[in-house]
């Protein structure tokens, strides 16, 4: 997928690394999949002096996709009117953001078997036509951005990976993959609501320490 961008992103220099780190859980101090993914972040900064990260908190303030906002991504760029500019101001900033980094974490919490609708209002900004993928003459579509490292950190009250509910992990996949992103590692800590919280995250824990060694 993604012809010759869908090669492993070649630009990590790991005294440079970016790291984007885009969270989306509603909660902020008792949230699971961000303290999770916090202490992920900081052992790759550890493992990789000199990275720098980037935090893109999504749970709040982005917006959905609206008639305008849709023509304004299909109006090709010297044609946009001031308005068009100004209503795709954050979605350039959102993919500008994407492809600066050389390791993306995506912090979210499963709700209803799936994302959080704040991580798929992001996904809506960053999956563009012309930006992260173009349609092919004939048919079908080239991805655009490249493949990354991503660690996909996910806590649920219940419902773990793989189970037939799970429409969580099987969309990130896709919709990463359409994008060229295929390099994708999930750190689950399911089943925080069921009676053994502390043993579903230190299983996290020990995930999260096994990659940043």
Partial sequence: MGG???????????DSMKILHVLSSGRTGDSVSRKLSAQLVSGLKAKNPGSTVVER???RD???????????FYTPEDKRTPEQKKRLSLSDALVNELFACDMLV?????????IPA??????????RAGRTFRFKEGGG??????DR????????????????VDFYSPYLRAVLGFIGIESIEFVAAAGTNMGNAQAVIKEAE????????
């Fill in 118 to 127: 704040a991580l798929k209002a992001w996904i809506d900004l960053i999956v």
């Fill in 141 to 146: 579509y080239e991805s655009l951005l490249g």
């Fill in 106 to 114: 995506i912090s979210a919490p499963m709700y209803n078997f799936s």
């Fill in 206 to 213: 020990d995930q999260i320490r096994k990659i940043a060694v």
């Fill in 4 to 14: 010759r961008l869908g090669v492993f992103h070649q630009r990590k220099v790991l």
């Fill in 62 to 72: 982005l917006p959905f996709l609206d008639a305008d906002l849709i023509a304004a």
């Fill in 57 to 59: 908190d999504v749970s």
């Fill in 149 to 164: 490292k991503t660690y996909v950190v996910m806590a649920s009250g219940g419902v773990p990976l793989g189970v037939p």
